[in-house]
């Protein structure tokens, strides 16, 4: 009974279930994930304040929060530590890197959050949130988990790319290819029947590579 419950505990979300919910505190207040309804978020996890690698990032995380807003998109970060180490830590990055952090950290203490979305790597550290980012949509549904190792910071760019391909993917019904990044062409569905099929090569503003394989400008 034990392991079945240990088992339970470490299950993690899958891409298309739903986001779990939560209530919790933060730098910036008491904060529920229903809170962002209507909007897509960026929730990443991070191991501890006062960290070299956690430091860089959070001053990233802030440089990208504009161009994210941008696109209906809200950040939301996690560790285990409580909101005075938060906010102590957000001004010490503020002095030192000239960087004020806007948006909120959730105080996980407890780990109630961070155990429902399986941010914690047992094999990796038993205590610390790994870096974990999920991407919620604007109707709650996870559509994307990224795990880095601790000792490896992200890339803000493939953040970027990763929700604008996502929402891309919404708006026109595509596919998005290897390397894509806003204004490169997109893949379109392949056809189902035979039929289909013998018409893409002739089909305007595709551009046919093979019957299973066509691109377009959206």
């Not at 419950?5 to 209530?23: C, K, L, V």
């Not at 047992?122 to 980012?133: D, F, K, L, Y």
Request: with cysteine; proline share 6%; net charge negative.
């Amino acid at each position: 009974m034990e392991q079945e419950n240990q088992e339970q505990t470490y299950t993690m979300p899958r891409i298309g279930d739903e986001a779990p919910s939560f209530q919790a505190a933060t730098s910036q207040g008491n904060l529920s994930l229903e809170d962002y309804k209507g909007k897509w978020v960026v929730l990443f996890s991070h191991p501890s304040d006062f960290t070299p690698v956690c430091t860089t990032e959070f001053v990233a995380f802030q440089e990208i929060y504009p161009e994210l807003k941008e696109m209906n998109t809200e950040l939301l970060g996690l560790s285990v530590d409580s909101v005075p180490s938060h906010i102590a830590w957000i001004r010490s990055i503020e002095e030192n890197f000239n960087t004020t952090i806007e948006f909120p950290v959730i105080a996980d203490l407890d780990k109630q959050v961070a155990m429902k979305y399986g941010m914690i790597m047992p094999g990796e550290s038993q205590v610390e949130t790994s870096r974990a980012v999920f991407v919620i949509d604007d109707k709650q549904k996870i559509r994307s988990i990224i795990y880095y190792p601790l000792t490896t910071g992200r890339n803000m760019q493939e953040i970027l790319r990763l929700v604008k391909a996502l929402q891309t993917t919404d708006e026109h019904g595509v596919s998005t290819p290897a390397n894509w990044t806003e204004g490169d062409k997109a893949v379109v569905s392949p056809p189902k029947t035979q039929e289909e099929a013998a018409k893409r090569s002739q089909e305007e503003g595709i551009e046919y590579i093979d019957w299973y394989i066509s691109k377009k400008n959206l």
